[in-house]
């Protein structure tokens, strides 16, 4: 509730749609078809729909998580219940770090996009100073609660989603069959060995795509019924990302062909062959909204992880949870914006390997916490049940394994820097604080029901 006292509106189903779609669908969709097709020609589409398929496999693990929890942290969360409290503690402060690089990714890449044909934001006094301003207003949107989110969220959501559906109906058109052959990829005629290496190349940039799946049951505790909607969101985003990235892939190789590797931004290309000028402006716009919605969603869905942190378990002080009359956590918009701000400066490149690595942490506990629920009963499902006992788990977690091959020393230092931070901060403050919840979930919110 606000401070007003009255019952703080939920998010309802579509709103938590275009959410999940939003943290989804971003600069990949329009830059990666690129080295996707670099690394496999023809054979990119079923390298997207191999890697959708295992991808799904994780997804449907959050699921049938979702539906067992009503509180807001996702995997933090997950592995609390599971593995014990500083389990938790330790996935929720390096997810919400991880969550804060991701914001800084996006907001990186908006304005590279920009600098591509603005020539002012080559200077880099003008860059940086317009990331700034970005995560400020930003904060200053999520600052008036989930009024605000749902509005720009849903029409974000709905201009990207209206940029790709045009592509794809007018695209079609505009195809040449003849640029759909040879099937077989070049690198399959130079070897087993350079083939795999050139498909695991192309699975794991396609995995980036659908990464930001993880993040939707984040703020479970600010949505109607999350036992029920965050499954069937999972679910449906899931479906209906995968429709678009495979038939928005298709069109640009049949509009472009062999072309499709040559151009750091093949969609807006393709469609500026199709149909001129204006098509590439078009395609343009709809990769500076897309990018620009899933900075938005990581700047909602991050401080709502801290906060959980703070306000579920306490295993944050309170005052990190604070909320405002809006019941919009404050404290924890401010130290997201903060540390995204010290980010920014990092390269693209840099905080995606972040992003990856953020993905194999909060999966694999995620998993494991699927099987020892399924095996000892705890938290029964509410909305969602997995169904073939452990099939899909095992299925799950062998996949995320084979993030571990992708990465750099750098980003395992990182990764290694923050999970003791981390373990520091949980020896001398987290471990003192007495849980008021320990071993059961909150009480859930009656108006979420």
């Not at 940086?128 to 974000?156: E, M, P, Q």
């Not at 195809?175 to 052959?181: E, K, L, R, S």
């Not at 820097?417 to 981390?422: F, G, P």
Request: a positive charge.
């Amino acid at each position: 509730m606000g401070k007003s006292g009255a019952p703080a509106k939920k998010l309802p189903f579509i709103s938590i749609f275009f959410l999940g779609i939003n943290g989804i669908i971003g600069s990949g969709a329009f830059l990666l078809p690129q080295y996707i097709y670099n690394d496999m020609d023809l054979m990119s589409v079923v390298v997207l729909l191999c890697a959708a398929f295992t991808i799904s496999m994780i997804a449907l693990c959050y699921a049938d998580l979702s539906s067992r929890f009503t509180g807001s942290g996702a995997a933090w969360l997950y592995s609390y219940f599971a593995f014990g409290r500083f389990a938790g503690y330790e996935l929720g402060l390096f997810t919400w770090f991880l969550g804060c690089c991701t914001y800084a990714a996006e907001v990186v890449a908006f304005l590279t996009t920009l600098r591509s044909f603005v020539p002012a934001y080559r200077n880099e006094a003008i860059y940086i100073w317009t990331a700034i301003g970005l995560i400020v207003l930003f904060s200053v949107i999520n600052f008036y609660g989930r009024k605000l989110v749902k509005f720009i969220d849903n029409a974000s959501a709905a201009a990207k989603l209206f940029t790709i559906i045009l592509f794809i109906v007018v695209g079609a058109f505009f195809m040449h069959w003849a640029n759909f052959t040879p099937v077989i990829p070049h690198a399959a005629t130079t070897g087993v060995g350079p083939f795999f290496k050139h498909f695991g190349a192309a699975f794991s940039e396609v995995f980036y795509l659908f990464t930001g799946f993880s993040f939707i049951p984040i703020a479970a505790r600010q949505m109607q019924n999350p036992t029920k909607n965050i499954p069937r969101v999972l679910i449906g985003v899931m479906i209906s990302v995968t429709i678009l990235y495979t038939l928005t892939v298709i069109v640009g190789i049949g509009i472009l062909g062999s072309k499709m590797g040559a151009y750091t931004t093949p969609i807006a290309n393709a469609f500026q062959k199709a149909v001129g000028e204006w098509g590439y402006i078009v395609i343009i716009v709809g990769m500076l909204l897309s990018i620009f919605g899933v900075a938005f969603t990581c700047s909602f869905n991050t401080p709502s992880l801290i906060s959980s942190l703070s306000h579920e378990h306490n295993l944050l002080p309170e005052w990190v949870g604070k909320k405002n009359k809006y019941d919009a956590p404050w404290v924890a918009i401010i130290m997201t914006a903060i540390v995204t701000g010290g980010l920014i400066t990092q390269s693209y490149i840099f905080l995606v390997s972040c992003i990856v690595l953020a993905s194999f942490v909060q999966y694999v506990p995620s998993i494991f916490a699927v099987i020892k629920f399924k095996h000892t009963g705890q938290y029964p499902n509410k909305g969602f049940k997995l169904p073939g006992g452990y099939i899909i788990p095992v299925l799950a977690l062998l996949v995320s394994c084979y993030l571990i091959f992708n990465f750099t020393w750098k980003t395992i230092l990182v990764g290694l820097v923050v999970a003791v931070a981390a373990a520091l901060l949980y020896l001398f403050s987290g471990r003192k604080r007495k849980d008021p919840h320990p071993g059961e979930e909150m009480p859930e919110d009656p108006v979420s029901k």
